[in-house]
């Protein structure tokens, strides 16, 4: 089963904090350790796992459903 599918089962809630915690996870660390090489790497791959989560939302079928609803408000 591709892990996108796992996602799709996912309540709205749940997909924005799959995407937001490792960020907030982040940044609390880089705030109880300070400036150091690790927390900058930590907040790194977090910002992009946030990208990438917010970029693929739009593939999600129940999103190109509600996309395409949307479109069809507008013809």
Same mark, same amino acid.
């Given at each position: 089963?591709?892990?996108?599918?796992? /996602? =799709? #089962?996912?309540?709205?809630?749940?997909?924005?904090?799959?995407?937001?915690?490792?960020?907030? &996870?982040?940044?609390?660390?880089?705030? &109880?350790?300070?400036? $150091?090489?690790?927390?900058?790497?930590?907040? $790194?791959?977090?910002?992009?796992?946030? &990208?990438?989560?917010? /970029?693929?939302?739009?593939? $999600?079928?129940?999103? #190109? =459903?509600? /996309?395409?609803? /949307?479109?069809?408000?507008?013809?």
């Amino acid at each position: 089963m591709f892990p996108g599918g796992l /996602l =799709e #089962q996912l309540s709205p809630h749940v997909r924005v904090a799959t995407a937001v915690a490792p960020f907030v &996870a982040a940044m609390g660390f880089r705030v &109880a350790t300070g400036r $150091s090489r690790t927390a900058s790497v930590l907040i $790194s791959i977090a910002t992009t796992w946030f &990208a990438v989560m917010v /970029l693929l939302a739009p593939m $999600s079928a129940a999103m #190109q =459903e509600d /996309l395409y609803r /949307l479109g069809s408000l507008f013809h």
